[in-house]
């Protein structure tokens, strides 16, 4: 991460851009307009605007390089924006220093190693998602709170375990609920799926269907729709930074739901499409 701010160049956001004005603005969780991105002489997103309004699941999809997390880096004020405007919330985010909302946003970057080598059980990794900036005391009923954070992701009974001997598919579902304590109203996941045992990937399905149910809103990166694909109710597709595609709810067709066809290869040839997302007649 730090390689972000060491290697970018931190020009301030230029204001020439259209605001997203025309929307209410604590009601909509994510506005985006004529987002750029540049580190160092590298242009990594251009002219990204989108909306992610309250309750949607939406997936942000795309090559490897693509600008995925680039994009969701820049969101949470860890990549600087140079170009446009970003709202999370109504709040302006754009600045370097802007005013993330973290009390409403739980954000789950993308996953480096699995089972790093931090010596806590599952129920401390989880507490330490209630610490905030300024605020080092816990706050009361922490415990509950981060028990019930595990019981969402199917982990309540392994809350005394060391995450050292957790496999890479807990790990993540404990850093999840790391996520989750703080009870957002947006849900940010960086490739949440990539790497883990197929038992994880079905927990995270359902931990975000229920999610969903109650209302969170859900922006999720992948490079593969797997088991969430039926999940998902619009995707946002970036190719080189830009967007090149949204909306579409990719649906499985019928007799194409096998786990071979449940995915969108990030490598596929042009012209080949996956045959159960139809709408997405995109290039990734
Ligand atoms: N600090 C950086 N400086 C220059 N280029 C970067 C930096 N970080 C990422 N990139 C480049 O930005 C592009 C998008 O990266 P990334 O957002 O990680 O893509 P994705 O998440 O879609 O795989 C890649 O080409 C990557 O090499
Ligand atoms: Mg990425």
Redesign the pocket.
Known sequence: MT??RD??AVAGPQTDGARPDAVPPDDVPVAVAELGVT??T?T?LRGVSFTVRRGEIVALL??????????V?SLVGI?PITRGHAQLFGRDVTARHGAVPWDRIGYVP?RVTSGAGVPATALEVVVSGLIGNRRLRLPRGARQRALAALDQVGLADRADDSVQVFSGGQHQRVLIARALVRDPDLLIL??PLAGIDKRSKDALAATLEALHGRGTTILV?L?ELGELGPLLERAIV?RH?RVVHDGARPTPAAGHDTPEHDHVHPHADAGHRPAHVPNLRVEL
């Open positions: 390689r972000h290697g970018a580190l160092g590298s990594i795309g090559a490897n390089g693509s600008g995925k997390s680039t994009l880096k990549v993308q960086d490739e990166v490079h970036l930074g």
